[in-house]
Every structure is written in structure tokens, then in C-alpha cells.
């Protein structure tokens, strides 16, 4: 990086990147390190107690006193424990770290959720170092923190993280694309699988937030009627950000650039109050680090600046929701994948990893839902500004063409009868930036990635990339092996194939895309129309989180992932008995929060505005102006029976929260929720306890 730059930007300032280990390691140790890093060699143990002191003098020069190993667990979010750097030996105080502490960590792992993989009495835990991920620096006003990525794993080795299945979902993929390029007469090549995650987010300040039990509690409100105006004038999307927004927007870019994460694009989303953070993509295993860290640097710059950022998938009812595009791709060598190249050979590269994609999503399109699965997204999924939760492929007109004249086998056009098939030998040229793209569909070809629209704001993108390596990776070994098979492959130089591998390889395009065009669908999403013609397409379509759930505990699904060594049969039932018990705590918090707001702030406010005006009609009874008598009547009875609803609603949520019965909560809130809502419309303004969306969503 040049001084310019550096200078501009800070990036990678707080980074133990490849700067830092060549002025802080010797010739021999950074270059072990940097090569590790670059995924070309596993750790040289030998180099352990260097790299420890290395990082630990870098460190110290830039401020930290502590370290933590840094990971992943099945919360959600991610976890730290410090431990200061000093030590006393022989009485006097000194600064030390081993090379022990780097790779190896001890934390209690008896209060994180382990879904039944570690009883309680066997509580240990280990954190192992993943050197593919950079060691970074955690600031705070008074000091810093020294944060190792780390694995972390039960004592039998079972992953009580994100990251390790992640990391091997990583190597089951990278072996498929390997032994795929391989068939195409492919020397060996690095893969690297590429993701660039779009973050959406809402913003309030923090004068409202703190008057909101409702979002200090679960992050989203549970009452609140729109106001008058809100998204339907799209007036905020892409539009110009206001001062406060945009200071904040820099502080948050400076301080994720100091971690050396490329935040690149921000801008205003659809409803009000809601923004956009995208990075430019990167390595998988990074980019869903960095994800966490973007989303704790938006929340603690917000908070420095008397906001609050939302990152729940629906924080409010009536506009849009936030989810987190994404966007995923496969590269070899220096060629991505799903970019469809000029030449022939590329082409039939790129048709066959597009199909080997479909053939994936199409055959686990249950196991993809079940991934973006949680209370949260329930409430954004298919609630008309997101994708629906039936998942389906997005190809754009031009390419479903080629894809349709890829299952009929037919030459494309007179001119080129004869010689040419469509797909493996030639393709139209493509337009990199395709221009119909279609915000409705969960799953879309966006000219040279995939986008996956579905996963939630405030998830970690580990489980749902981890999944779709996995099916990917599960396509690519079976056209591999078809081509093997068929005894095509081996004698093949790229660019000149072979007629036996073209017709080979065209027959297995041909069979998945006449299998599984099913999965296709260019149309609008959002509609009624569609979710009928779904599924009578025989496509799943689970609207809810323990309905979506089901799909890790069926066999065959749980097989396809001990055949790719990404998750053991104990791991999947661990995972799914964490996911619905967190969907249970979540649903059981929002019942009860909202019986405490509609009992303790709600009831009380509408009950004194009826005694008001009971007074009101009285006093005007009692005397002998009765003008206004029957529009006071008119006020009494209408709140009367708001009053005898809301009581009623209370009570009905009341007996499904004490039942524990999280879709009858649910009902019940909304029951409940509705009655509040209206009365929020023709209560006084004065009296109302919580700030409305009129002004949490304009008032910034
Ligand atoms: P939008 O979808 O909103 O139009 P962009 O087209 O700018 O946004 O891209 C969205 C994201 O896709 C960015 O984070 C970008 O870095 C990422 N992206 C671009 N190419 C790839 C790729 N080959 N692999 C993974 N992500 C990519
Ligand atoms: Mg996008």
C-alpha cells in the first residue's frame, strides 16, 4: 500500500496482516506464516512461539494491554475472553505470550449452547488459532485488545462454532471444484471461494429507543401503527443522506477500514431510517469474520453518536425488512466460475458450474431455508418487500435462454447449425452488468455471482455459506463423476475437448437442467401467483422457523453432510436443537415483553383517556350545555370497547405465553398488537407512552 493511501484510509492499520509479519517475524517465519495464510501450507508448529512474540511486540506498539482468542459460537454472535499480557515471574512483572497461548485457548465452554454435544460436567472447550483469518485490534477509549480468530471445538473435537464447519464446508468444495476443473483438463489451481456480504440496517436515536421496552427487549417493536407516511413515496431510497447519517457512515467506514475491511458502497435503503453497508467481497472464511466485526462497529459507532443500529430482520411492521445479500461465488486459479468467459472452454466451465448451482439448490432447497431459519426473519421473509420463503433461481432472460436451449440440445440458430451445441462449445456473449435484475427472487445470477437474498440482517453468514458449499460441492463431485465415468476426462487439453467429453458433458447438462428447471423462475417473486404455481411445482415452501428446521433432521439430509465431513449427525441434531430453542427464548422474551408494555404503559394510558371523557360526558350531563353530549357518548363507547379488547387480548396472550406455545404467542400478539394500535390512532397524543413510528422513523 502506498503512503497516499495508508494515510487516506488507515487501512489495515490495526491488521496483522502481511505488513506487520514481515517487519515484526524473520525472513524464514514470515514467510511460513504468509504462506499458511494464503492456505498453501498448514502451520509450521515450530514458527508457534515467534509468531506469538511477534504479534505480541506489534501489539504492544499499538496500545494493547490484553488478548483474547476470538470466535464464533452457536449464539449468534461472537465471543472474547481477555487476558492481560502481564505476568509475574520471579516476583517482578513482565509482559508475555507464548506460543501456546496463541494456538491453543481453554474457555469455559459450559454457558455456551452446545445443543447436547457436551454434558455439563465435561465443560471444557478449546479455541484453536485459524491463521487464515488475521489477528486484529479491538479499540475502546481507555486501551486495546489483541483478537486471534479462532475454532472452537468440545474437548471430543466436535464443533461448538460457526467457523469450523464452515472452514471444512471450505475444503469439501475446494476438492469438488478441484476434481471438476480437473475434467476439464485443468492443472491444479488454488479455489477460493468468494463473499460479499451487503448488510442492511436501521438507525434510531437513542431518546426513542431508550422509551421502547419493545426494542431494548427484542430489538423490534411489537406495537406501533404506521404513520401516514412511510415508504410509499420511495423518496428515501438512494437518497441523499442526511449530515448525521453521513458522519456516521464515516466513522464506521474509518474504523472498519482500520481492520482492513473494505467497506465500499453506503447508501440510503428503502424505508425510513434504513441504510445499506456493502464491502467488496473477499474469502469467504474473512469476509463472514468481518461481517461480525462490520455489525459490532455499527453498533458502537451508533451508540457514540446518540443512536441505535437495528439490526433485526423486522424492526418495523408495514416497511421493509433488512436481510444481508450473499453475494457468493467459486474462483480457480485467477478464473471465477460463474464468470461466463468469451472463449468456448470457459463457457462450458462456467454452464457447468451454473448448473452444478441449480442442481444443488434445487435438491436442497429445503436445507437453504433451514439455514436463513430464525424468529427474526420470519417476520421479513415473503412479508411483501422480501423474497418469499420458497426458494427458487433467478437467471435473467437472457441466460434462462441458453438455458433452455441447453435442455433441448438444439443448435441455437441456422447460421450456426450443424457444429455448434448450444452451451458447451459456445455462448452468447453476455452483458457483465445484467440490467434485469429482479429484487424478488431469493436466489439470483447476478452476471458473475450468485446472490443469495434470503439470510436475515443479523445472522452470521457462516451457516448459510457452509450449507451452500456443501450442496454445491455435492453437484460438482457427481457431474465430475459422471465425466469420469464416461472415461472422457484425463486425456483432455483445455480448450480442445474431446467430441466424447462435449457430448458427455452436454448430456449431463441436458438431464439437470430437464430435472431441475423446477427450481427457475423469472418471475415476481412477491406475488400470490407465484406461491400457487410453487407449489404445484412441487417446490417447499416453509413459512415458518420450526417448520424450516425439520430439514436438518431428516436422514438423508444429515447423511449429505457426514459423506462431506462438514457436520456429524450429533452436530446437525446440536444445531437444530439450539436453533429452536433460541426461535423458543425469542418468541417467549416478545410475549412477555409485550404483556408487560400492554398491561404496564398501554392499558393505563387508554384507561385514564376513558375516564377523561367518562368525566367529560358526565360533567356535560350534569349541566346544561349538552351540545357536544353525543360525540362524547360516541368517544366512551369507543374507547369503552378498545378498553374491553385490549383486556381481552391481554388475556388470551397472557394463557398462550404461561402455556409456552410459541405459534399460539405469536397469534396472540398479533391480536393484541392490533387492538393496541388502533387505540395508538385515537388515543391523545400526549398520553400515548411510546414514541411512534412517526417519529422513530423521521426523527434522526
Ligand atoms: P448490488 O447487488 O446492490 O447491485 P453490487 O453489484 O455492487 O451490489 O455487489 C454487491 C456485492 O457483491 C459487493 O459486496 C461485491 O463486492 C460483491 N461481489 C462482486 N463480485 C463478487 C464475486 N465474484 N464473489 C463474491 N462477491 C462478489
Ligand atoms: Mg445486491
Known amino acids: 500500500m502506498n503512503e497516499e493511501t495508508r494515510k487516506a484510509t488507515e487501512f489495515g492499520a490495526d491488521v496483522f496482516g502481511a505488513e506487520a509479519i514481515q517487519k515484526y517475524l524473520s525472513k524464514d517465519a514470515a514467510k511460513k506464516l504468509l504462506s499458511t495464510i494464503q492456505g498453501a501450507t498448514p502451520l509450521d508448529p515450530t514458527i508457534a512461539g515467534e509468531v506469538a512474540h511477534g504479534m505480541k511486540t506489534w501489539a504492544l506498539d499499538r496500545g494493547a494491554t490484553h488478548y483474547t482468542h476470538w470466535f464464533l459460537p452457536l449464539t449468534g454472535s461472537t465471543a472474547e475472553k481477555h487476558d492481560a499480557f502481564l505476568e509475574i515471574k520471579d516476583g517482578e512483572p513482565i509482559l508475555s505470550f507464548s506460543g501456546k497461548n496463541l494456538i491453543v485457548g481453554e474457555p469455559d465452554a459450559s454457558s455456551f449452547p452446545s445443543g447436547g454435544i457436551r454434558s455439563t460436567f465435561e465443560a471444557r472447550g478449546y479455541t484453536a488459532w485459524d491463521p487464515t483469518s488475521p489477528a486484529f485490534i479491538k479499540r475502546h477509549a481507555n486501551g486495546a485488545t489483541l483478537c486471534i480468530p479462532t475454532a472452537f471445538c468440545a474437548y471430543t473435537g466436535e464443533a461448538l462454532d460457526q467457523k469450523t464447519p464452515l472452514l471444512r464446508s471450505m475444503q469439501t468444495l475446494s476438492a469438488a471444484a478441484k476434481r471438476l476443473m480437473k475434467c476439464f483438463g485443468k492443472g491444479d489451481e488454488r479455489v477460493t471461494i468468494t463473499l460479499g456480504p451487503e448488510q442492511e440496517y436501521f438507525l434510531v436515536d437513542k431518546k426513542f429507543y431508550a422509551e421502547r421496552p419493545d426494542l431494548v427487549m427484542t430489538g423490534r417493536t411489537l406495537f406501533g401503527a404506521p404513520s401516514p407516511k412511510h415508504q410509499q413515496l420511495e423518496d428515501h431510497y438512494f437518497g441523499s443522506i442526511r449530515a448525521r447519517i453521513l458522519n456516521f457512515m464515516e466513522e464506521v467506514e474509518k474504523e472498519l477500514w482500520k481492520l482492513g475491511i473494505p467497506a465500499k458502497t453506503r447508501h440510503n435503503e428503502v424505508a425510513p431510517a434504513q441504510f445499506e453497508l456493502a464491502p467488496m467481497f473477499e474469502e469467504l472464511n474473512l469476509s463472514c469474520d468481518h461481517n461480525m466485526l462490520v455489525m459490532e462497529v455499527l453498533r458502537q459507532v451508533a451508540d457514540k453518536n446518540g443512536l441505535v443500529c437495528l439490526l433485526h430482520e423486522k424492526p418495523f411492521a408495514g416497511v421493509n425488512g433488512s436481510g444481508k445479500h ?375
Open 326 to 700: 450473499n453475494n457468493w461465488s467459486v474462483a480457480y486459479g485467477n478464473t471465477n466460475l460463474l464468470n461466463p468467459g468469451n472463449d468456448p472452454h470457459q463457457n462450458a466451465i462456467f454452464l457447468t458450474t451454473l448448473c452444478a448451482v441449480i442442481e444443488a439448490v434445487d435438491n436442497h432447497a429445503d436445507l437453504l431455508r433451514a439455514a436463513v431459519a430464525a424468529a427474526g426473519n420470519d417476520h421479513r421473509l415473503g412479508a411483501n418487500e422480501a423474497p418469499p420463503a420458497v426458494i427458487s433461481i433467478y437467471l435473467g432472460d437472457q441466460l434462462a435462454d441458453v438455458v433452455a436451449q441447453l435442455e433441448k440440445g438444439a443448435p441455437k440458430s441456422s447460421k450456426h447449425a450443424g457444429s455448434m451445441k448450444i452451451g458447451v462449445d459456445t455462448l452468447p456473449p453476455l452483458p457483465k452488468d445484467a440490467t434485469d435484475r429482479n429484487r424478488t427472487s431469493p436466489f439470483a445470477f447476478t452476471g458473475n455471482k450468485f446472490e443469495f437474498r434470503a439470510p436475515g440482517s443479523s445472522v452470521s453468514c457462516a451457516l448459510p455459506n457452509t450449507i451452500l458449499n456443501t450442496v454445491v460441492a455435492e453437484a460438482m463431485n457427481r457431474i465430475a463423476g459422471e465425466l469420469e465415468k464416461a472415461g472422457v476426462v484425463g486425456k483432455v487439453e483445455p480448450g480442445k475437448h474431446t467430441a466424447a467429453f462435449h457430448n458427455a458433458l452436454q448430456k449431463i447438462l441436458q438431464d439437470i437442467v430437464k430435472t431441475h428447471k423446477r427450481v427457475l423462475f423469472n418471475g415476481d417473486g412477491y406475488t400470490a401467483d407465484w406461491l400457487a404455481e410453487a407449489a404445484k411445482r412441487g417446490l417447499p415452501n416453509a413459512t415458518t422457523t420450526p417448520e424450516a428446521l425439520k430439514a436438518f433432521t431428516k436422514k438423508e439430509n444429515i447423511a449429505v453432510f457426514e459423506k462431506a465431513g462438514v457436520f456429524t449427525a450429533r452436530e446437525m441434531a446440536s444445531r437444530h436443537e439450539i436453533a429452536i430453542e433460541d426461535y423458543e427464548t425469542k418468541v417467549a422474551i416478545e410475549g412477555n415483553t409485550a404483556l408487560e408494555i400492554a398491561r404496564t404503559m398501554i392499558l393505563p394510558a387508554v384507561r385514564a383517556e376513558y375516564l377523561e371523557v367518562v368525566k367529560a360526558y358526565n360533567e356535560t350531563d350534569a349541566s346544561d350545555l349538552k351540545i357536544a353530549i353525543g360525540a362524547l357518548q360516541g368517544e366512551v363507547t369507543d374507547l369503552g370497547k378498545g378498553l374491553v379488547d385490549l383486556q381481552a387480548a391481554i388475556n388470551g396472550l397472557a394463557e398462550a405465553v404461561a402455556n409456552k406455545d410459541a405459534a399460539e404467542t405469536l397469534a396472540k400478539m398479533g391480536v393484541l398488537r392490533s387492538v393496541a394500535d388502533a387505540l395508538e390512532k385515537i388515543v391523545s397524543n400526549d398520553r400515548w407512552p411510546l414514541p411512534k413510528y412517526r417519529e422513530m422513523l423521521f426523527l434522526y
